[in-house]
């Protein structure tokens, strides 16, 4: 999807012989703070007054009057309110006319709190994120603890279901002592039956 957008370019440097008589203007310090596009600039290329562009900040007063500060340019981001200013320059072209060409000269940063706003909200939610997927869920306790005291498992009384150990179908509690009768007559029955199979 295409959509039609104004540009407002602007060169960094002109070719001198464009400009012969113009003396080249040094950067400002909010601009090259550390002398880094000073020291590139070769002799062939200057700063003329069309390559230079103001970049400021506004603010208000204690009297609330708004006022313009200058600022780095790196103070820009995406998603920022901002106000620009620029020139119309006529270029001639073929069949005696001109083409009309904007170039930049200023721009101010009139709000970034939307942009704030917006990069905190980012990050909440990436935050949020992060704390579901660090969620560990505990499973339940399927069988019973032996270490706790009060599941000692000599003293969990059963119910028989099929016949007790005096051939009596019943449902009364069983002893330790019956219990390990039975556990032994079980143990006796399945040593003779290992018997007779290795006979």
């Not at 960094?12 to 203007?25: A, C, F, G, H, Q």
Request: charged share 35%.
């Amino acid at each position: 999807m295409t959509r039609r957008a104004l540009e407002w370019p602007c060169k960094v440097l002109t070719d001198r012989n464009l400009i012969p008589y113009e003396k080249s203007v040094p950067f400002p310090t909010n601009v090259d703070p550390n002398h880094i596009l000073s020291n590139l600039r070769p002799d062939l290329f200057v700063r003329g007054p069309d390559n230079c562009v103001e970049y400021c900040k506004e603010v208000k007063d204690v009297k609330g009057q708004i006022k313009y500060v200058p600022v780095n340019p790196a103070v820009f981001s995406p998603g920022d309110v901002i106000e620009i200013a620029f020139s119309c320059v006529g270029v001639p072209v073929k069949g005696g006319q001109y083409r009309l060409l904007l170039n930049l000269r200023a721009v101010t940063l009139v709000s970034d709190e939307c942009r704030k706003k917006s990069e905190q909200a980012s990050v909440s939610k990436q935050r949020s994120h992060h704390v579901e997927a660090g969620l560990v869920l505990k499973r339940k306790r399927l069988y019973v603890d032996v270490e706790d005291p009060s599941n000692d498992v000599r003293e969990v009384k059963r119910e028989w279901k099929t016949e007790g150990p005096d051939g009596l179908a019943s449902n009364g509690k069983i002893t330790e002592e019956e219990e390990g009768e039975c556990g032994s007559e079980k143990k006796g029955r399945a040593m003779e039956d290992m018997e007779m199979d290795y006979e």
